[in-house]
Every structure is written in C-alpha cells, then in structure tokens.
Nanobody
C-alpha cells in the first residue's frame, strides 16, 4: 500500500523557518517526481514545489513564483525522504501542506498539474503568525 507521511509542520512567526519532510512507503519512489502542494482555508490547492528525477543523483527542481528564493525542495535517498526547507515565512504561507508522488517526470509548468500526481499524503499544518 502506497503511503506518504508528512511531518514538520507547526506554528511559527513571520520570518521564521520550518522544514517539512515527506516519507513515502509501499514501493520504490527514487525515480518519482515528488511535489509539495498547499491549501489555505477557503482556497484551492496550489502547487508549491516539485523535484523530478533526471538521472543518477540528478534532479530537477521547480518552484511556484510565490516561494521561489525562500523555499528549497530536496531529496535524501539514504533516508528515503523529500524535504521542503521554508525560510522567511510569511502569514500568506499559512496552509495545510501536502506531499505528492508521480511515477512520471516533469519539467516546468508540467510539474504544477496536480492530477498527474497519483499518491498523496494527509497533510501537515503550517501556521505563520504576523
């Protein structure tokens, strides 16, 4: 059974940092595209970042404009985790953050399309106070 488990959410102040982690299980994910999405109250789920396999120890990262320069997505294959380092957090970053996996690669805007991801986690809450 495929499962994605997110961790690392919490309540922080504006300007602080948080590191989210996603641990997949149930099959091999090393060549999957792994994405992070978020959903704020009353809003639609939106793309945050994705990391796509390109070859041995080579990955492609893509970010939403709203987080570019502040968030960094990475993979730790030894620990089987995908991480989202979030710096300079803003109140508008407040949302439930979801990890997602797709067996296919992606590039650019193709990473943003949420229906392409076939596995999803339950989400972790991130709250940024002003």
């Amino acid at each position: 059974q495929v499962q994605l488990v997110e961790s690392g959410g919490g309540l922080v102040q504006a300007g602080d940092s948080l590191r989210l982690s996603c641990t997949p299980s149930g099959r091999t994910f090393s060549r999957d595209t792994m994405g992070w999405f978020r959903q704020a109250p009353g809003k639609e789920r939106e793309f945050v970042a994705a990391i796509s396999w390109r070859g041995v120890n080579t990955y492609y990262a893509y970010y939403a404009d709203s987080v570019k320069g502040r968030f960094t997505i990475s993979r730790d294959n030894a620990k089987n985790t995908v991480n989202l380092q979030m710096n300079s957090l803003k109140p508008e970053d407040t949302a439930v953050y979801y990890c997602a996996a797709d067996r296919d690669g992606c590039s650019g805007a193709g990473c943003v399309y949420s229906p392409k991801y076939e596995a999803w986690g339950q989400g972790t809450q991130v709250t940024v106070s002003s």
